[in-house]
């Protein structure tokens, strides 16, 4: 059974600085691409960041390039999403994905998801 389990959300001051991780268990994690989206009230959800199975290559769009990071512990099995100088628009439910594609931007190639963990940026 394919888990992944998101940690790390909470609220912030706009300026601060959060990282999330993501555990993942019940696939080889080092054979998965894997993606943050996020959502926010009544927005669909969308790309974040994703970072190929190897680590070498990351995209971002340009809302967070910049201030936000991905990487990866295929040792752990954890993706983490480095978050910088946060803005109140960064306020989402953000997810993990995994997919077994090397890298997407698309939601649509993720085929794994964990529960989500809540950001609040206050301004």
């Known amino acids: 059974q394919v888990q992944l389990l998101e940690s790390g959300g909470g609220l912030v001051q706009a300026g601060g600085s959060l990282r999330l991780s993501c555990a993942a268990s019940g696939r080889t994690f080092s054979n998965d691409g894997m993606g943050w989206f996020r959502q926010a009230p009544g927005k669909e959800r969308e790309f974040v960041a994703a970072i190929s199975q190897s680590g070498g290559r990351t995209y971002y769009p340009d809302s967070v390039k910049g201030r936000f990071t991905i990487s990866r512990d295929n040792a752990k099995s954890t993706v983490y999403l480095q978050m910088n100088s946060l803005e109140p628009e960064d306020t989402a439910v953000y997810y993990c994905?995994?997919?077994?594609?090397?890298?997407?931007?698309?939601?649509?190639?993720?085929?794994?998801w964990g529960q989500g963990t809540q950001v609040t940026v206050s301004s």
């Open positions: 994905g995994a997919s077994s594609q090397v890298i997407s931007t698309r939601l649509s190639a993720y085929a794994y």
